[in-house]
């Protein structure tokens, strides 16, 4: 397709690095990538992905913007509060870089709508704030074969892995059950300090820009474990663990399930 | 033999707001036996109640995951460090 003249200049300083050029280039703005909330860990993402000039960037998220959201989702801006933060997220994004097609998907993803949304993109980013919905994604990405940068935030911490289904291990790989519903507080709950998710966020952009250019060594089969306090990065070791229900050698989880009743959220009925 | 335990965030409640802890042990059984002498209750958040590894928590020795090495037999030597990292799902 070629690149604009003013793309050349949008883009000079990505384009004059190694292993990017004007071809690297062209492959972002060719890459369709889905973010799963537009939060703490979105925001930032969405910012990164999309002044490099990612092509398509889909947008779930069913919320309106708080007041209290601004604090760490910095896609969002004080004149928003109360708008859809799809449409808001949109709103940043189109504003920052017109080359964005931008899709706001204002729902809440659940089981039933969930392989529609992910089908046409190249790659998935969790940003989601709960447990159901985080192995909710990641079945439905290793079903559909979707690689899936996961990230998740609390407090202080923050952890980051790259899922390539079928070659390096999943989020269940990782942690095999959630934890009930007391033990797991939310960053409502919680707390959490905005930088954190930044870092985090801008970690899962990373990686989905190396996905795309074909460059680098994904976090695939690692961990990537981030403490604020101590400024400290560690990696861990994450095998493909064989008696994964949904991507071992006798998958149990063939189809989506009920998530919310998977994480006792929800009595079977 | 000292081993060097990462506590993280959610259970440094229970030792006293302390990120990294030393313990005693021979393998990573008896580094739970040992926090929890230390630190009462830190069993409970580790392990359910028939004493198995819960499974929203990882143990690592150094960067394996005990779960693919002995479990909780897995040994551990003078010097490791033992990381224990939870499932967190804020966004
Ligand atoms: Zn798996």
């Known amino acids: 397709m070629g690149l604009r003249e003013d793309q050349i200049e949008r883009y000079s300083r990505q384009i004059i690095l190694p292993n990017i050029g004007g071809k690297g280039q062209e492959k972002l703005l060719n890459g369709k990538v889905l973010i799963i909330g537009a939060g703490g860990l979105g925001s930032p993402c969405a910012l990164y992905l999309a002044s490099a000039g990612v092509g398509r960037i889909g947008i779930v998220d069913s919320d309106a913007v708080e007041i209290n959201n601004l604090q760490r989702q910095i896609i969002h801006s004080t004149a928003n509060v109360n708008k859809p933060k799809a449409e808001s997220a949109k709103e940043r994004i189109n504003a920052i870089n017109p080359d964005v097609e931008v899709i706001p998907y204002k729902l809440r993803i659940t089981s039933k709508n969930i392989l529609d949304v992910i089908k046409d993109y190249d790659i998935i980013v969790d940003g989601s704030d709960n447990f159901p919905t985080r192995y909710l994604v990641n079945d439905a990405c290793v079903l559909s074969k979707k690689p899936l940068s996961h990230g998740g935030i609390f407090r202080y911490d923050g952890q980051a892995m790259t899922i390539m289904p079928g070659q390096s291990a999943c989020y269940r790989c990782l942690f095999p059950e959630p934890p009930p519903p007391g033990l797991a507080p939310s960053c409502q709950e919680a707390g959490i300090l905005g930088a954190v998710a930044g870092v985090i966020g801008t970690i899962q952009a990373n990686e989905v820009l190396k996905y795309i250019l074909n460059m680098g060594n994904l976090l695939a089969g690692k961990l990537l474990v981030f403490n604020a306090l101590d400024s400290s990065f560690r990696q861990v070791k994450v095998p493909r663990d064989p008696k994964c229900p949904v991507c071992g050698e006798k998958p149990t989880v063939t189809k989506l399930i009920d998530y919310e009743e998977f994480c006792q959220l929800r009595k079977k009925e | ?91």
């Not at chain 2, 928590?57 to 090495?69: C, M, S």
């Open chain 2, 1 to 91: 033999m000292s081993i060097k335990v990462r506590i993280p965030t959610p259970l440094q409640k229970l030792t006293e707001g302390k990120a990294e802890v030393e313990v005693e042990a021979k393998d990573v059984r008896g580094l739970i036996e040992d926090l929890d002498k230390n630190f009462p209750g830190i069993k409970d958040r580790l392990c359910d109640d028939k004493g198995r590894i819960r499974r929203f928590i990882n143990i690592y020795v150094n960067e394996e995951d005990v779960r693919f090495l002995q479990q909780d037999s897995t040994p551990l030597i003078d010097g490791d460090e033992v990381s224990i990292i939870p499932a967190i799902a804020g966004g």
